[in-house]
């Protein structure tokens, strides 16, 4: 039963095996998580309900309190047997301009809602993910990226002001504030600063960002997918085609195109290569054509065969992108409905890593071998959803100094997810193990992990908060795992931690911890 105060601005909903929607507000995105021990959902509609809610959710679940806005976390942040209450931000979705503070978008919006309003109504877009159902709450503060970003940087890269809920402990109320790159009070500084890339479920309950100015959208995209048949890979070929992927990322004249590499199992049967290339106002599309994307075909048909695509590729998130015969152009609106897919709601595992370079070949070989390789309870076509992504990256995002946010990686050119997606319980294990196996054996020179400082090339960079990896506190404590994430920038993330919630009421298996 809803019991909803509508001076509150929000909804609470305790948890009851009679109400349908339970199911639903007790599992994210990935199949492996729930809630079993959730005792109240508050469903907010406005910053005030926000706060109202938070306050009462601690004052009865103490630290197990977590707040939802998407639902697509990897790990079990929010959907663990240890939360107790939800504050889901979701119904806080409204979008506009205020005349002081820019452009603004609430929390509980979705990647796709936010462009269809931004672009619709301004003309401007936010070079934010690709995944449809992904929420801004956790996308934008954790340093949100997509096929726009070498274009024009990250989200965070934009941000210029956060609303967000902080609790600073037991006998402090919990408190609304607005943080911006203009905050004069040092400690605001600090907070804001954090949302540039120091992830959600650290600081407080985000319900509102602000972006002074956004770049204008593209006029129209070309999308060029093509596909590369396992049968026609040798390790050798395959490090070729990765040559060739990672030229793009590294061309400082070339900020235009975005490239996923599906690195898909054997068992699918290709791999497959998508490209975005922007076209922006006043440009030839003919002459970009030319440029950028006749060349690129030219040049991969030289060593390889390769057909352009017309079979669905799994990509991020197990999604699947509508295939184009052709490369064809699109108006802006189309190609960003084309590549904006979820996938279906399944068990998942995922890892990251940032590359400075490009593969050498001892990594091209574990790869190779991993790709082909089926675990003894598996079967081939088990296997056929599992892939390594490789994103082309830097670009403008490069053109940021590591500490003007807190992600600390702005001279990489490549960022890769491993991933692996699955439907049986019973099947953890063997997926679970496989995904381990292939990762450390990549990074076994620098002690299994994309650790930068145990390479000696300066090629790896850590990996990406929004992608949250579990494992890595295994190898190097939670400690460890952080410093892979925000590398130089960890002290001052701690440091505002301890300043804006020193009770630790926000916090999970890989939160900034208080010092």
């Known amino acids: 039963m809803s019991q909803q105060n509508n001076l509150q601005g929000f909804s609470k909903y305790p948890v009851s095996a009679t109400d349908p929607r339970f199911p639903s507000f007790l599992q994210g995105f990935n199949q492996r998580w729930q809630a079993a021990h959730c005792e109240m959902v508050y469903v907010c509609y406005s910053a005030e309900g ?30 663990s047997p240890k939360t107790r209450a939800i504050i889901d931000v979701s119904a806080l979705n409204g979008y506009g301009y205020d005349s002081q503070k820019g452009y603004y978008l609430d929390s509980g919006g979705t990647n796709w809602s936010a462009f269809n309003s931004l672009f619709r109504d301004y003309g401007k877009v936010l070079p934010a ?21 070498r274009l024009n940087g990250l989200t965070v890269d934009w941000l210029t002001g956060v609303d967000v809920v902080v609790k600073q402990g037991p006998d402090v109320p919990a408190a609304l504030k607005y943080v911006s790159r203009e905050s004069t009070d040092p400690d605001e500084q600090n907070l804001f600063w954090a949302h540039c890339g120091g992830g959600g479920g650290n600081f407080g309950v985000i319900t509102r ?14 999308i060029t997918q093509l596909s590369i048949e396992w049968s026609n890979l040798t390790p050798e070929i395959l490090s070729s085609v990765l040559n060739l992927f990672t030229a793009i990322a590294e061309d400082p004249a070339n900020w235009r195109q975005f490239g996923i590499l599906a690195l898909h199992h054997q068992s699918q049967g290709e791999i497959v290569m998508t490209i975005q290339t922007a076209v922006l106002q006043s440009e030839d599309p003919a002459e970009i054509k030319g440029r950028y994307i006749d060349t ?6 030289g060593f390889v065969a390769y057909k352009l695509t017309t079979t669905p590729s799994v990509t991020h998130l ?5 295939p184009a015969a052709h490369t064809l152009s699109y108006t802006f ?39 082909q390789l089926v675990p003894p309870t598996l079967t081939p076509q088990d296997m056929s959803q599992c892939l390594l992504q490789i994103d082309t990256y830097g670009g ?15 001279s990489s050119v490549l960022k890769l997810q491993y991933q692996a997606y699955w439907t049986e319980e019973k099947d953890d294990a063997a997926f679970l193990d496989w995904m381990n196996d292939f990762y450390t054996a990549v990074y076994r020179k620098t002690g299994g992990t994309p650790n930068p400082r145990f390479d000696p090339t300066d090629n790896v960079d850590g990996c990406y908060y929004n992608y949250p990896d579990s494992d890595l506190n295994l190898s190097g404590g939670l400690e460890g795992a952080l410093q892979l994430y925000f590398g130089q920038n ?24 208080v010092e």
Request: net charge neutral.
């Open 209 to 222: 960002y602000y972006f002074k100015e956004l770049p204008d959208s593209p006029v129209s995209a070309f």
């Open 129 to 149: 993910g690709s995944c449809y159902s992904v929420g801004l709450g956790g996308h934008i503060c954790g340093g949100g990226y997509g096929l726009l970003s």
């Open 50 to 79: 926000a706060k109202a809610a938070l306050e009462e959710a601690i004052s009865l679940y103490g630290r197990d309190v977590k707040i939802k806005s998407g639902g697509h976390c990897y790990e079990n942040f929010v959907f």
């Open 396 to 410: 403008q995002i490069n053109e940021v100094a590591p500490t003007a946010t807190a992600i600390p990686q702005r």
């Open 333 to 371: 609106y189309e190609a960003v409905q084309t590549l904006n897919g979820s996938g279906a709601n399944q068990r998942g595992k995922y890892k990251s890593a940032y590359m400075r370079k490009g593969f050498p070949m001892d990594q091209v070989e574990t790869i190779y071998e991993y790709l």
């Open 490 to 513: 960890l002290p001052r993330l701690k440091e505002v931690k301890k300043h804006w919630d020193p009770t630790n009421y926000f916090n999970s298996f890989q939160s900034i911890p």
């Open 296 to 301: 690129l075909l030219h040049d991969l048909g």
């Open 318 to 322: 197990g999604g699947f992108v509508q």
